[in-house]
């Protein structure tokens, strides 16, 4: 499988060091007309990038527009020098979806606002930088939340719909791209055209989960789901193997909105997938008060300290740490009991993990590496219980470890199947970190074999075999047709699109 032509032979990257001392600055014939443009673009300056993950990072030359006007320009300078775009949002995609070392860096966070919000039918219209936090701020009292949302308020919502993310409740409402009812797309030649689901089909669907690669979106339009409440009543069911947290899955999944496992990594060989059901659903009496922003204040871990201060302090205790920690957490579902019901704030329950990878962020100073497989219904079961043996065998402990269900979605580069996932997190030590890249990989075969998928946003373990044995030829050439289409230059490239779109080394 090789990359064409046209994208192998777009120029190179120029290396940092060549130009770290040049003053890079835009041309245009009404650059005096529009200093204040260029006052701000003329800030640009080459910056590490860092995947989420802390894993692997790339130099590169970071511009922050504020405007569609402001994009083009930089995209006229990537061309001029020869150089490829990566774009950057919140930074949250793990590992490499975002590096692009020697070539330019377009960072849309500046790109912020809410442009048009419709509280009668939950309709919105937003940049691309508007994170997960910026939108329930400026929603929720008026009643409207997220039909899918990620596990962090930190994301913005363009990374959201170039990785194409999913929530606790992915096989009931699938991923974020099928809430979304319209996108403006700023194509590598400068032209801006919009794209709906029905108006475009083939080439929203590619865009959508296509990693940034075939243009930049500039605008969403996004549909909420109406609540009546900002507390969700929820509770936890223990399961004693993995086999049984599958039966508590197939019980609940009819009756509640948001389902998610927590397994315990550190179980022993009788004990393998033990661990919590969280189980949620929306409480439909109204209650104007809990949607008021005060009332949704998102606590640090216990409410008593933050999370980042916890992780350094628990960096020498890390191995009996995880052990306790994942011991006590348990007991607690089990003596809470099972089935019994409490309240938990909505932003409580959708952005705990922002304390979670807080604290393992503080915690792993050499980073993690994760792998989140999705496996049809059938052989999960049997493939999760083979990934977590092997682990167990290897001496490699998940510090993180949470099931979830899926559903197709009709978008080209989808990850998601009729069946479930494991995301697993390693930590990263130099004691384990030869052992880990062996193990991963072996797990990446495992779950190819198995007839699943890997998330694109946390992987760091496919080349371009593995993806296509993956996702399929047909899907991979599909793809770069329509790259090629609206992209023939191959402006928009990654670290990430290069390793699984790449050309094979023997051909």
Same mark, same amino acid.
């Given at each position: 499988?090789?990359?064409?032509?046209?994208?192998?032979?777009?120029?190179?990257?120029?290396?940092?060091?060549?130009?770290?001392?040049?003053?890079?600055?835009?041309?245009?014939?009404?650059?005096?007309?529009? %200093?204040?443009?260029?006052?701000?673009?003329? =800030?640009?300056?080459?910056?590490?990038?860092?995947?989420?993950?802390?894993?692997?990072?790339?130099?590169?030359?970071?511009?922050?527009?504020?405007?569609?006007?402001?994009?083009?320009?930089?995209?006229?300078?990537?061309?001029?020098?020869?150089?490829?775009?990566?774009?950057?949002?919140?930074?949250?995609?793990?590992?490499?979806?975002?590096?692009?070392?020697?070539?330019?860096?377009?960072?849309?966070?500046?790109?912020?606002?809410?442009?048009?919000?419709?509280?009668?039918?939950?309709?919105?219209?937003?940049?691309?930088?508007?994170?997960?936090?910026?939108?329930?701020?400026?929603?929720?009292?008026?009643?409207?939340?997220?039909?899918?949302?990620?596990?962090?308020?930190?994301?913005?919502?363009?990374?959201?719909?170039?990785?194409?993310?999913?929530?606790?409740?992915?096989?009931?409402?699938?991923?974020?791209?099928?809430?979304?009812?319209?996108?403006?797309?700023?194509?590598?030649?400068?032209?801006?055209?919009?794209?709906?689901?029905?108006?475009? %089909?083939?080439?929203?669907?590619?865009?959508?989960?296509?990693?940034?690669?075939?243009?930049?979106?500039?605008?969403?339009?996004?549909?909420? !789901? %109406?609540?009546?409440?900002?507390?969700?009543?929820?509770?936890?069911?223990?399961? !004693?193997?993995?086999?049984?947290?599958?039966?508590?899955?197939?019980?609940?999944?009819?009756?509640?909105?948001?389902?998610?496992?927590?397994?315990?990594?550190?179980?022993?060989?009788?004990?393998?997938?033990?661990?919590?059901? =969280?189980?949620?659903?929306?409480?439909?009496?109204?209650? $104007?008060?809990?949607?008021?922003?005060?009332?949704?204040?998102?606590?640090?871990?216990?409410?008593?300290? !933050?999370?980042?201060?916890?992780?350094?302090?628990?960096? +020498?205790?890390?191995?009996?740490?995880?052990?306790?920690?994942?011991?006590?957490?348990?007991?607690?579902?089990?003596?809470?009991?099972? *089935? *019994?019901?409490?309240?938990?704030?909505?932003?409580?329950?959708?952005?705990?993990?922002?304390?979670?990878?807080?604290?393992?962020?503080?915690?792993?100073?050499?980073?993690?590496?994760?792998?989140? %497989?999705?496996? +049809?219904?059938?052989?999960?079961?049997?493939?999760? =219980?083979?990934?977590?043996?092997?682990?167990?065998?290897?001496?490699?402990?998940?510090?993180?470890?949470?099931?979830?269900?899926?559903?197709?979605?009709?978008?080209?580069?989808?990850?998601?199947?009729?069946?479930?996932?494991?995301?697993?997190?390693? $930590?990263?030590?130099?004691? =384990?970190?030869?052992?880990?890249?062996?193990?991963?990989?072996?797990?990446?075969?495992?779950?190819? @074999?198995?007839?699943? *998928?890997?998330?694109? @946003?946390?992987?760091?373990?496919?080349?371009?075999?593995?993806?296509?044995?993956?996702?399929?030829?047909?899907?991979?050439?599909?793809?770069?047709?329509?790259?090629? @289409?609206?992209?023939?230059?191959?402006?928009?490239?990654?670290?990430?699109?290069?390793?699984?779109?790449?050309?094979?080394?023997?051909?």
């Amino acid at each position: 499988m090789a990359i064409s032509s046209s994208l192998k032979s777009m120029g190179r990257n120029v290396p940092p060091e060549e130009l770290m001392d040049q003053d890079i600055v835009l041309h245009s014939s009404n650059a005096h007309a529009r %200093p204040d443009i260029f006052a701000t673009l003329s =800030t640009s300056r080459w910056e590490q990038i860092e995947g989420w993950a802390r894993t692997q990072r790339a130099s590169s030359n970071v511009w922050r527009p504020t405007t569609v006007q402001e994009i083009r320009e930089v995209l006229s300078l990537a061309r001029s020098q020869q150089r490829t775009v990566v774009l950057l949002g919140g930074g949250h995609s793990y590992h490499d979806a975002a590096l692009n070392a020697g070539g330019i860096t377009i960072d849309l966070s500046q790109m912020r606002r809410v442009l048009i919000w419709n509280p009668k039918q939950g309709i919105v219209q937003v940049e691309p930088g508007v994170t997960i936090g910026d939108l329930w701020r400026a929603t929720m009292a008026d009643g409207w939340w997220f039909v899918v949302a990620p596990g962090t308020m930190g994301a913005t919502l363009g990374g959201c719909l170039s990785m194409n993310v999913h929530g606790r409740n992915a096989w009931k409402k699938g991923s974020i791209g099928e809430q979304v009812l319209a996108i403006e797309l700023l194509l590598a030649s400068g032209d801006l055209i919009t794209l709906t689901p029905s108006s475009n %089909p083939n080439l929203f669907q590619a865009v959508i989960g296509g990693l940034g690669m075939i243009g930049i979106i500039t605008s969403i339009t996004l549909q909420l !789901r %109406p609540i009546q409440s900002g507390t969700l009543s929820m509770y936890q069911r223990p399961a !004693r193997l993995l086999s049984e947290m599958f039966a508590i899955f197939a019980e609940e999944a009819p009756k509640v909105d948001y389902l998610e496992g927590w397994i315990d990594g550190h179980a022993n060989k009788r004990r393998l997938g033990c661990g919590l059901v =969280t189980c949620a659903r929306f409480i439909d009496e109204p209650d $104007p008060q809990s949607l008021q922003l005060h009332t949704q204040a998102n606590a640090g871990i216990a409410g008593i300290v !933050r999370p980042e201060f916890l992780g350094r302090l628990m960096r +020498p205790f890390l191995t009996i740490g995880s052990r306790v920690g994942n011991t006590i957490y348990y007991r607690k579902g089990v003596l809470r009991g099972s *089935r *019994r019901v409490y309240h938990m704030s909505l932003l409580q329950f959708h952005f705990r993990s922002d304390d979670v990878f807080s604290f393992l962020r503080e915690l792993l100073p050499g980073g993690a590496r994760t792998i989140q %497989p999705f496996i +049809p219904a059938e052989q999960a079961p049997a493939a999760f =219980t083979e990934l977590l043996e092997r682990s167990r065998r290897a001496g490699l402990v998940p510090m993180w470890c949470c099931l979830k269900q899926h559903r197709t979605d009709p978008f080209l580069l989808s990850y998601q199947v009729d069946g479930f996932s494991l995301e697993l997190n390693y $930590p990263v030590t130099a004691h =384990t970190a030869r052992k880990l890249a062996v193990f991963l990989t072996e797990i990446r075969d495992l779950v190819i @074999a198995a007839g699943g *998928r890997l998330y694109l @946003a946390k992987d760091d373990v496919l080349d371009a075999d593995s993806y296509a044995r993956s996702i399929g030829m047909n899907r991979i050439e599909r793809f770069l047709a329509i790259k090629r @289409a609206y992209d023939p230059e191959g402006i928009f490239q990654s670290a990430l699109f290069r390793r699984i779109f790449a050309q094979d080394s023997g051909e």
